[in-house]
């Protein structure tokens, strides 16, 4: 199935993560032409590249319905999609469905391990209400499996198990 590839987002280090009772830090969170995805690694240049073995969280997701959907339902409309943090703007697919998957994104290869939840940082990074607003719909979070680089624009995304979406 074709799907675009609207953002893509890397960042040097946490503000929310790990940082329960501390508050937040002031990373940058910046927005790249081309990311390269290194299997069993991370996204080179980004805070959780090898952060961990086989961590779930190598590359995140975050659908642009669900962005444009708390944008409007939520707070203000001033909302940029860099706001969640996720590494991957994307249109055209329900993440929820991939969790337990492997799928290409484009010839990166990825295994959706679990929902990326949202916390309750979400209301302070927008508007009191987000983090309700996401329950269930925070993004995905992936492993990486086989390198290689994504570039915004159209993609191919092939689930590579048995189901069918």
């Known amino acids: 199935m074709k799907v675009t590839i609207r ?3 890397i960042s040097p280090g946490h503000n929310y993560f790990g940082r329960h009772g501390k508050g937040a830090l002031d990373y940058p969170i910046k927005e790249v032409k081309s990311i390269h995805c290194e299997a069993g690694k991370g996204i080179r240049g980004d805070r959780f590249f090898d952060f961990q073995p086989d961590y779930k ?3 995140t997701l975050f659908d642009w319905d ?3 959907s708390v944008r409007e339902k939520v707070g203000d ?3 940029q999609p860099s706001a969640f943090r996720r590494n991957i703007i994307i249109h055209g697919i329900d993440l929820n469905q991939l969790i337990g998957r492997s799928f290409l994104l484009g010839d ?3 295994s959706g391990s679990c929902e990326c939840s949202p916390c309750y940082w979400m209301d302070q990074a927008y508007a009191p ?3 309700e607003f996401l329950k269930g719909r925070g993004g995905l979070r992936t492993r990486i499996v086989r390198s290689g680089n994504l ?3 159209e993609s191919e995304l092939i689930v590579q198990d048995e189901q069918s979406l």
């Open 108 to 110: 990166v290869g990825l």
């Open 57 to 59: 969280g190598q590359l």
């Open 77 to 79: 409309g001033e909302l």
């Open 66 to 68: 669900v962005f444009e």
């Open 7 to 9: 953002h893509l987002y």
């Open 129 to 131: 209400g987000t983090h």
């Open 151 to 153: 570039r915004p624009g």
